[in-house]
């Protein structure tokens, strides 16, 4: 289980579980290769179609081949180092920093202030509050946009390389384009680190809230499975079809089930004189009755009370069949009845026996 929202005090440091941090990184290692290349792979599908032989065969075009080949071996790199770093917070912060260096290398090789390239920045943000929280997701805005200026600035100012046969220039902009650049890009940067590291959060929170709630769950129905496992009565749920729910191992034992997974079967074949004993012909909610049951080896009498299955709406979608085998019980109150049936045919006896004593002993005397 992650820690509670709000409870790591170094900002790069995941709140998440390795497992789950390792699954965000795996869909960000996706999403990179998939936009990647259809952003690198897209240019160079234009230059097939309008470029020049030349331009085709020039160093611009070899580059980007160049570049989405080297992606994906980084992924690759990627993929094995989260198999064996034991912080996989740190290889976060890793991939996101190499994120940008990549963005600024395609900006500054593509145009600069007005590189459509500069949208991988935004990519940075996102991936820090995916994968590690809002704060660290302001903290790469800011690092992105610092980023962003500075090739823009560098480009302009002519610091920074080009690639023969590049045809847009980063000093070929205009001053007002590269502020309006800027400006607009950081804005969204920032913006996009506060509502993705907020929606990142609220997803974590409601993770943590389901995770608590799926225990509980699981919980309260194992306790509910050990009371029905210790009942000391037989316990049938059907639903309206009169398909078995649920059996408890005692009404197994007494009606004699064989079948290891009896849920789903219909109650009537599982025992028709159960089934014709519950027919609720009457509509009552709750019913009690008693019945015989002819078993293959022997017969038993049960006691029988049927009460509705509703859910949390109130609505009936079933039945409980709740029994006691009563033969034993049954047999000792046959017993106890033939014994006051005995005492008082004793008592009678008893009663003529002393009338007509009486008389013989008056004739006698």
């Not at 309206?240 to 729910?245: A, D, K, M, N, T």
């Not at 509703?310 to 979608?317: A, G, P, S, V, Y």
Request: net charge positive.
């Amino acid at each position: 289980m992650g820690l509670d929202i709000g409870e790591a005090a170094d900002p790069l440091t995941t709140m998440l579980d390795r497992a789950t941090l390792a699954r965000r990184l795996a869909f960000l290692m996706l999403v990179r290769v998939v936009v990647f290349t259809l952003m690198l792979g897209g240019t160079v599908v234009a230059y097939l179609f309008i470029g020049t032989p030349e331009q085709l065969g020039g160093p611009y075009v070899t580059f980007l081949f160049i570049f989405i080949a080297g992606l994906y071996l980084l992924n690759i790199l990627y993929a094995v180092l989260m198999r064996v770093m034991k912080n996989l917070g740190e290889l976060a912060a890793i991939q996101l920093g190499c994120d940008m260096v990549i963005a600024a290398i395609l900006v500054n090789f593509t145009g600069g202030a007005d590189s459509a390239f500069i949208l991988l920045f935004m990519l940075s943000p996102i991936g820090a509050a995916l994968t590690l929280n809002r704060r660290a997701a302001v903290i790469t805005a800011v690092v992105a946009a610092s980023m962003l200026i500075l090739v823009i600035s560098m480009g302009y100012t002519r610091l920074l390389p080009t690639l023969p046969g590049q045809t847009r220039l980063p000093w070929e902009v205009s001053q007002d384009s590269i502020i309006s650049a800027v400006l607009i890009n950081a804005s969204a940067m920032l913006a996009v680190a506060l509502l993705s590291g907020y929606l990142s959060e609220q997803i974590r929170s409601a993770q943590h809230t389901m995770e608590r709630q799926k225990a509980a769950i699981y919980d309260l129905t194992s306790l509910n499975e050990d009371i029905i496992r210790c009942l000391t009565s037989g316990l049938i749920t059907v639903n309206q079809q009169g398909e078995v729910l649920a059996i408890n191992q005692y009404a197994r034992e007494v009606l004699g089930v064989q079948e290891q997974h009896p849920a789903g079967l219909s109650l009537e074949k599982i025992s028709p004189q159960l089934a014709a004993a519950v027919a609720n012909k009457d509509g009552a909610p709750t019913r009690r009755t008693v019945t015989e049951l002819h078993l293959k080896t022997k017969s038993k009498r049960i006691g029988i009370s049927v009460s509705p299955l509703t859910d949390h709406h109130n609505q009936q979608h079933g039945r409980i069949i709740n029994f006691q085998d009563l033969t034993a019980w049954h047999r000792m109150e046959q017993r106890v009845k033939r014994a006051e049936h005995l005492a008082s045919l004793g008592r009678i006896t008893a009663g003529i026996a002393h009338e007509i004593r009486n008389p013989l002993g008056a004739i006698t005397a």
